[in-house]
């Protein structure tokens, strides 16, 4: 039949293969490796929600689901039914296999309202509890009848014991007695008889029954007469207690035999469960995401971008193969045909081969290896011809091979056919019309494909005849397609581009690979070469254009989802901050509502004060310096609070920034007192205020106002505010110690020339007799461009050093 042999070309029993490894149990296995594609749309939806819903269900962290002792029980089901009698192994994998079925039936009913497909699936099962426990009662976990299940089989199996005894210390004495005659001094078994191994030269000494004799002939295997009736009592026991544990399995088979009804749904719903796990599991390796089917008749497209071949993923990442290289497949509802050109080994077939599997998945219950959203129509069934023997690294097709084929594909398409209902199939022909002679065989490619463009819903064929490509042009239910070569390389890049023929590569690939080019020539110069050659050179173009435009497409979408990306940022952070507004005006109000109500309650109680005495004078200023009081402390209370972060405060140590000099320091020590702090950089030290400092993260310091207090004596005479930060640097400093006043002055004029930039120099000029500092200081006082000076802090070099500050 022309479906079973699609399955084939396509390599759907491999893929099949695949899925069983993805299974849990052997039950599971079997069915994915003999997967059954559903007769109906509303089947595959059913499989796709049980995929679904598994696929979601293990992406939860110890979500339960496994299936952990449940066996393939169906053989034990069917003889028991039969009236045969289990055994004990096979009871107690009956009795896992019910519990873990109903481990499973508990984490669905656990999540009902996320997993209605399968809580539906579940909901008459019948696990049968009390068969389970009956099972363990009587057969423990070595598989054996315990001693629990029959009062008769635990007496019997007690003198079994005590015969045992018996035999061996009866045994046990004749070796002692006759330990020279013995060969080994151990209780060997002969037939289910204790037997003593005995030296050929004495078996005279030890009176029994000979069951056995050694290959050299010198060891006599004897039963000693004094045990033989021992043994006949232990034979008759060991069968009463075979009779009893065959009457327990007996017991046990008939009640299974009672509900062998419910315990094969039991089975077949554990095979359900396990082969849409597998499912779940296959999708997931895949990457794959779920398929949407449309109704291609009303409208809707066929939407399969970077659609991947399984087969080919599972052979990169198994068997390291190539890179797999995904296409886009989107199909206009108007399109019936699909015509795929493109040179030999540029990934046609590979193209035919994934459609081909991706609609079989989605109809089996798989997800599709392809990027959201996945949509496609539920085909009624996939028809193809890719040849004979057909693989993807070779075609071995023939012509007639071909024509055999599309007459069972057009046969089973023919109305007359009821198991396949027209005009909803997928039809895949590889090289049409191809091995015979091209006038020909571009003829009869053109009348198949009008025929199913009738016929099918879908048609794709690969083709190397020119005259197809010119059916786009004719009748809009014709589209084209074609593999990518690169020209540089000589090599197909297997990527699928629409709209756009492919084009003859023949000449471009002789002349690089070292034809001679006269041979060209005369092949140029042959009626239509040109024409072809310009036609190519069209297509040519057009393949660079939309390469360049896919290539904006990747850039303008990697932007756009930059944007989206901060657009969501900003509006999250826009939101918070117009709540937390929000907020504050509200406690804001609460305050200020509360400080009015307290204020009007202490004002009232002023006011009754008043009234209560004779008003003077005296208890009027009195009330006033109370209400102005009430006054600031409410006042003080409705100011707007502060941001909930807590000022910052810099810590000895820690690592800061000084804004004005761009510059990060470490903090040596901090003086409160004068707002100021020492701070080294590398190997300098230096004096800021705190307001010039700020943290890493940009904190400011908030220093406190202060009172100013005159000093004794100052040398500034501007009321000029001097820049804080004075740091102190070779190019800043002047040494003029030894120098006399008249030659320091000039030494001073390029020092303040040259420290513009920096608004200040250090003048060091030592302290002596104080007449250099106070000629230094003069000098300064008349200068345009001092603003201010004073001496330098103690640790700084004090009344020896002058600081003076620039315009």
Same mark, same amino acid.
């Given at each position: 039949?022309?479906?079973?042999?699609?399955?084939?070309?396509?390599?759907?029993?491999?893929?099949?293969?695949?899925?069983?490894?993805?299974?849990?149990?052997?039950?599971?296995?079997?069915?994915?490796?003999?997967?059954?594609?559903?007769?109906?749309?509303?089947?595959?939806?059913?499989?796709? @929600?049980?995929?679904?819903?598994?696929?979601? =269900?293990?992406?939860?962290? %110890?979500?339960?689901?496994?299936?952990?002792?449940?066996?393939?029980?169906?053989?034990?089901?069917?003889?028991?039914?039969?009236?045969?009698?289990?055994?004990?192994?096979?009871?107690?994998?009956?009795?896992?296999?019910?519990?873990?079925?109903?481990?499973?039936?508990?984490?669905?009913?656990?999540?009902?309202?996320?997993?209605?497909?399968?809580?539906?699936?579940?909901?008459?099962?019948?696990?049968?509890?009390?068969?389970?426990?009956?099972?363990?009662?009587?057969? %423990?976990?070595?598989?054996?009848?315990?001693?629990?299940?029959?009062?008769?089989?635990?007496?019997?199996?007690?003198?079994?014991?005590?015969?045992?005894?018996?035999?061996?210390?009866?045994?046990?004495?004749?070796?002692?007695?006759?330990?020279?005659? &013995?060969?080994?001094?151990?209780?060997?078994?002969?037939?289910?008889?204790?037997?003593?191994?005995?030296?050929?030269?004495? !078996?005279?000494?030890?009176?029994? #029954?000979?069951?056995?004799?050694?290959?050299?002939?010198?060891?006599?295997?004897?039963?000693?007469?004094?045990?033989?009736?021992?043994?006949?009592?232990?034979?008759?026991?060991?069968?009463?207690?075979?009779?009893?544990?065959?009457? +327990?399995?007996?017991?046990?088979?008939?009640?299974?035999?009672?509900?062998?009804?419910?315990?094969?749904?039991?089975?077949? +719903?554990?095979?359900?469960?396990?082969?849409?796990?597998?499912?779940?599991?296959?999708?997931?390796?895949?990457?794959?995401?779920?398929?949407?089917?449309?109704?291609? %008749?009303?409208?809707?497209?066929?939407?399969?971008?970077?659609?991947?071949?399984?087969?080919?993923?599972?052979?990169?990442?198994?068997?390291?193969?190539?890179?797999?290289?995904?296409? %886009?497949?989107?199909?206009?509802?108007?399109?019936?045909?699909?015509?795929?050109?493109?040179?030999?080994?540029?990934?046609?077939?590979?193209?035919? !081969?994934?459609?081909?599997?991706?609609?079989?998945?989605?109809?089996?219950?798989?997800? +599709?290896?392809?990027?959201?959203?996945?949509?496609?129509?539920?085909?009624?069934? +996939? =028809?193809?011809?890719?040849?004979?023997?057909?693989?993807?690294?070779?075609?071995?097709?023939?012509?007639?091979?071909? #024509?055999?084929?599309?007459?069972?594909?057009?046969?089973?398409? /023919?109305?007359?056919?009821?198991?396949?209902?027209?005009?909803?199939?997928? *039809?895949?022909?590889?090289?049409?019309?191809?091995?015979?002679?091209?006038?020909?065989?571009?003829?009869?490619? #053109?009348?198949?494909?009008?025929?199913?463009?009738?016929?099918?819903?879908?048609?794709?064929?690969?083709?190397?005849?020119?005259?197809?490509?010119?059916?786009?042009?004719?009748?809009?239910?014709?589209?084209?397609? /074609?593999?990518?070569?690169?020209?540089?390389?000589?090599?197909?890049?297997?990527?699928?581009?629409?709209?756009?023929?492919?084009?003859?590569?023949?000449?471009?690939?002789?002349?690089?690979?070292?034809?001679?080019?006269?041979? #060209?020539?005369?092949?140029?110069?042959?009626?239509?070469?040109?024409?072809?050659?310009?036609?190519?050179?069209?297509?040519?173009?057009?393949?660079?254009?939309?390469?360049?435009?896919?290539?904006?497409?990747?850039?303008?979408?990697?932007?756009?989802?930059?944007?989206?990306?901060?657009?969501?940022?900003? /509006?999250?952070?826009? @939101?918070?901050?117009?709540?937390?507004?929000?907020?504050?005006?509200?406690?804001?109000?609460?305050?200020?509502?509360?400080?009015?109500?307290?204020?009007?309650?202490?004002?009232? !109680?002023?006011?009754?004060?008043?009234?209560?005495?004779?008003?003077?004078?005296?208890?009027?200023?009195?009330?006033?310096?109370?209400?102005?009081?009430?006054?600031?402390?409410?006042?003080?209370?409705?100011?707007?609070?502060?941001?909930?972060?807590?000022?910052?405060?810099?810590?000895?140590?820690? !690592?800061?920034? &000084?804004?004005? =000099?761009?510059?990060?320091?470490?903090?040596?020590?901090?003086?409160?007192?004068?707002?100021?702090?020492?701070?080294?950089?590398?190997?300098?030290?230096?004096?800021?205020?705190?307001?010039?400092?700020?943290?890493?993260?940009?904190?400011?310091?908030?220093?406190?106002?202060?009172?100013?207090?005159?000093?004794?004596?100052?040398?500034?005479?501007?009321?000029?505010?001097?820049?804080?930060?004075?740091?102190?640097?070779?190019?800043?400093?002047?040494?003029?110690?030894?120098?006399?006043?008249?030659?320091?002055?000039?030494?001073?004029?390029?020092?303040?020339?040259?420290?513009?930039?920096?608004?200040?120099?250090?003048?060091?000029?030592?302290?002596?007799?104080?007449?250099?500092?106070?000629?230094?200081?003069?000098?300064?006082?008349?200068?345009?461009? *001092?603003?201010?000076?004073?001496?330098?802090?103690?640790?700084?070099?004090?009344?020896?050093?002058?600081?003076?500050?620039?315009?």
């Amino acid at each position: 039949m022309i479906i079973t042999e699609t399955l084939e070309l396509l390599e759907w029993r491999r893929l099949c293969q695949h899925l069983a490894t993805f299974a849990a149990t052997k039950l599971g296995a079997i069915a994915a490796k003999q997967l059954k594609l559903p007769a109906t749309k509303q089947e595959s939806q059913q499989l796709l @929600a049980q995929t679904k819903e598994i696929y979601y =269900l293990e992406q939860e962290i %110890d979500s339960g689901w496994n299936f952990k002792g449940i066996e393939d029980i169906g053989d034990s089901l069917e003889r028991a039914n039969i009236g045969g009698m289990l055994t004990a192994e096979e009871l107690l994998n009956l009795a896992t296999t019910l519990a873990g079925v109903r481990r499973l039936r508990r984490v669905i009913d656990a999540k009902a309202e996320e997993m209605p497909t399968l809580e539906k699936l579940i909901a008459d099962l019948r696990t049968y509890p009390e068969i389970e426990q009956e099972i363990h009662r009587c057969i %423990d976990d070595r598989a054996e009848v315990s001693d629990r299940a029959n009062p008769q089989l635990a007496e019997i199996r007690s003198e079994i014991k005590q015969l045992r005894q018996r035999i061996y210390k009866t045994l046990q004495n004749i070796m002692q007695r006759n330990s020279t005659a &013995i060969q080994e001094a151990v209780i060997t078994q002969r037939g289910d008889r204790f037997v003593l191994s005995v030296k050929a030269a004495q !078996k005279e000494t030890i009176k029994g #029954i000979v069951h056995d004799v050694s290959s050299t002939g010198s060891t006599f295997y004897i039963e000693p007469g004094a045990v033989v009736e021992l043994g006949n009592q232990l034979r008759q026991k060991e069968r009463q207690e075979k009779r009893e544990e065959e009457a +327990v399995l007996r017991a046990l088979t008939d009640k299974v035999a009672e509900v062998i009804e419910d315990l094969e749904t039991v089975l077949a +719903v554990a095979t359900v469960l396990d082969l849409a796990t597998a499912r779940a599991r296959y999708s997931l390796w895949l990457e794959a995401n779920p398929p949407r089917f449309i109704d291609f %008749d009303k409208e809707e497209t066929i939407t399969l971008r970077r659609l991947r071949h399984p087969l080919l993923i599972w052979q990169h990442r198994h068997e390291e193969g190539a890179e797999v290289v995904p296409i %886009d497949v989107l199909v206009q509802p108007q399109t019936k045909v699909v015509a795929i050109t493109g040179p030999n080994t540029g990934g046609k077939t590979v193209t035919l !081969k994934t459609l081909g599997l991706a609609a079989l998945m989605a109809k089996a219950g798989i997800f +599709v290896p392809a990027k959201e959203p996945v949509e496609l129509p539920w085909f009624e069934s +996939v =028809l193809a011809d890719i040849g004979d023997e057909q693989s993807l690294q070779q075609s071995l097709s023939t012509f007639s091979g071909h #024509i055999r084929r599309i007459s069972r594909i057009i046969e089973a398409l /023919s109305p007359h056919n009821e198991e396949i209902t027209a005009h909803n199939s997928l *039809v895949l022909l590889d090289e049409i019309g191809a091995g015979t002679d091209p006038a020909e065989g571009s003829a009869l490619a #053109i009348a198949l494909l009008k025929y199913l463009a009738e016929h099918s819903l879908l048609t794709v064929a690969t083709t190397h005849y020119g005259e197809l490509k010119a059916l786009k042009y004719q009748d809009e239910r014709f589209e084209n397609a /074609s593999v990518e070569f690169d020209d540089s390389t000589l090599q197909p890049t297997y990527r699928l581009l629409w709209g756009i023929p492919g084009r003859s590569n023949a000449l471009t690939i002789a002349k690089r690979l070292g034809l001679k080019s006269e041979i #060209i020539e005369e092949a140029r110069n042959q009626s239509g070469i040109d024409a072809a050659e310009d036609v190519n050179q069209v297509i040519a173009a057009l393949e660079a254009q939309r390469r360049e435009q896919e290539a904006k497409a990747q850039e303008a979408g990697k932007l756009l989802e930059q944007t989206e990306r901060f657009y969501g940022e900003v /509006s999250t952070k826009a @939101a918070e901050l117009q709540e937390r507004e929000k907020a504050l005006k509200i406690s804001q109000e609460q305050a200020v509502q509360q400080a009015i109500a307290e204020a009007k309650a202490e004002v009232a !109680k002023v006011i009754r004060r008043l009234q209560q005495g004779e008003p003077t004078a005296q208890k009027a200023q009195q009330a006033s310096e109370q209400l102005n009081k009430i006054s600031q402390k409410e006042l003080a209370k409705t100011q707007p609070a502060k941001p909930d972060k807590p000022a910052y405060k810099p810590q000895v140590g820690e !690592k800061i920034k &000084i804004s004005s =000099l761009g510059q990060t320091g470490e903090v040596l020590s901090i003086d409160e007192a004068e707002s100021e702090a020492t701070i080294r950089f590398g190997i300098m030290k230096m004096t800021v205020s705190l307001r010039e400092i700020e943290s890493l993260d940009g904190q400011k310091v908030d220093v406190p106002a202060k009172a100013k207090t005159p000093k004794a004596s100052t040398p500034a005479k501007s009321k000029v505010t001097p820049p804080p930060v004075t740091v102190r640097t070779s190019k800043n400093t002047l040494d003029i110690r030894g120098s006399r006043v008249a030659n320091a002055e000039v030494d001073l004029e390029n020092a303040i020339a040259s420290a513009t930039e920096s608004g200040v120099v250090w003048i060091i000029h030592g302290k002596g007799t104080g007449r250099l500092r106070q000629g230094v200081q003069e000098f300064l006082q008349r200068h345009p461009q *001092v603003s201010k000076f004073e001496l330098a802090p103690q640790k700084e070099g004090g009344s020896g050093v002058t600081i003076a500050y620039l315009k």
